[in-house]
């Protein structure tokens, strides 16, 4: 069997001296995993990195089989963030979530454009209430839909400014969340919103499935 496609690498994990565990999220496979040779050749190692975007080959005898990759770099997009800590490893994150939500040789071309959405958002001033919404939006394109508006009591506002109770009193909630017009957000209102959006991950998504919330993302949301 042979497979052409384009794909973001998503994670690689050491095989043998020479060679390595590739996992990719492609255009028109969705995630595919093989192993990739020579992968810590000069030649390959310096673009080796997840996030950049390849042309890939999957070649296998049988699908019992691991195949293996020949690649291609088409677009470089991880290297540009490497001396931004915080920006790192929301991408570490970010491909991680995909990893862990996505189930293999099933195509969404709409999750595969989100990664292009990703390295956009990250060049905005406001990248991290953008990236609010990209997590949410990949979650809703496995299957899990929020509308917060639904959990909060519009008649009653919380004492501290930009936030809203939830119904049953039991949590603020920024409003920022139910209506992303809101420009001027403070640091305090985005990681709450992260935390929020964490939870409901959590609770409704990972929890449910026997899936281990990822530590990346707890390592992201503490630079914050």
């Known amino acids: 069997m042979k497979l052409k496609d384009k794909g973001f690498l998503l994670s690689k994990n050491k095989y043998n001296e020479n060679s390595a565990i590739a996992e990719f999220y492609t255009e028109n496979n969705g995630k595919i995993s093989g192993i990739i040779f020579g992968a810590t050749s000069t030649k390959i190692k310096n673009f080796l990195l997840i996030g950049n975007n390849f042309s890939i080959e999957l070649n296998s005898k049988n699908q019992n089989r691991a195949g ?17 800590k915080i920006k790192l490893n929301c991408i570490i994150y970010s491909l991680n979530l995909i990893k862990i939500l996505t189930a293999e040789n099933q195509a969404n071309k709409k999750i595969y454009n989100q990664l292009f ?17 990209w997590e ?37 909630i920024p409003t920022f969340l139910l209506n992303d017009q809101n420009s001027k957000i403070d640091y305090s209102e985005l990681k709450d919103g992260l935390k929020i959006v964490g939870d409901f991950l959590n609770k409704t998504v990972l929890s449910p499935n026997n899936i281990n919330f990822p530590t990346s993302r707890n390592e992201f949301t503490k630079l914050i």
């Open 136 to 172: 949410l939006e990949v979650i809703k394109l496995v299957g899990y839909d929020i509308n917060f508006n639904d959990y909060v009591d519009k008649n009653s506002k919380s004492n501290k400014n930009g936030y809203i109770y939830a119904l049953d009193g039991s949590k603020e």
């Open 117 to 133: 959405k990703l390295f956009e958002l990250l060049n905005n001033d406001i990248w991290i209430k953008k990236f609010i919404f």
């Open 68 to 84: 293996y990759f020949k690649i291609e770099i088409d677009k470089i997009f991880t290297p540009h963030f490497l001396d931004h």
